[in-house]
């Protein structure tokens, strides 16, 4: 069974930065994506980040682009979203999601098949 662990979230005052991680275990396929996703409270869940270890794509939404990184750690199972310049409207449960065979395009990240059950990132003022 497929299980995605989400791990650091917590308090950050804005402008500073958070490292989540993102723990895959359960599967033996090599050709997948992870897909970074948030809800913010009384909104939907959109999409942050993807990267896809099929063809190295990598894909961010406007919100992500040039303050959040994304990569995988193969040899660990683990990804990571790296955000930095953080701001309140970041404030939201981020969730990690795996598409089993998935390529990742801007404004096309979905369509996963397995999600972690999310990590609350809280960012003050």
């Known amino acids: 069974e497929v299980q995605l662990v989400e791990s650091g979230g917590g308090l950050v005052q804005a402008g500073g930065s958070l490292r989540l991680s993102c723990a895959a275990s359960g599967f033996t396929f090599d050709n997948y994506a992870i897909g970074w996703f948030r809800q913010a409270p009384g909104k939907e869940r959109e999409g942050v980040s993807c990267?896809?270890?099929?063809?190295?794509?990598?894909a961010y939404e406007d919100s992500a682009k040039g303050r959040f990184t994304a990569s995988i750690d193969h040899a660990k199972n683990t990804a990571y979203l790296q955000m930095n310049s953080l701001k309140p409207e970041d404030t939201a449960v981020y969730y990690c999601?795996?598409?089993?065979?998935?390529?990742?395009?801007?404004?096309?990240?979905?369509?996963?098949?397995?999600w972690g059950k999310g990590t609350l990132v809280t960012v003050s003022l």
């Open positions: 990267v896809s270890s099929v063809d190295g794509s990598i």
């Open positions: 999601a795996l598409g089993i065979g998935l390529v990742c395009r801007s404004r096309q990240i979905g369509g996963m098949d397995y």
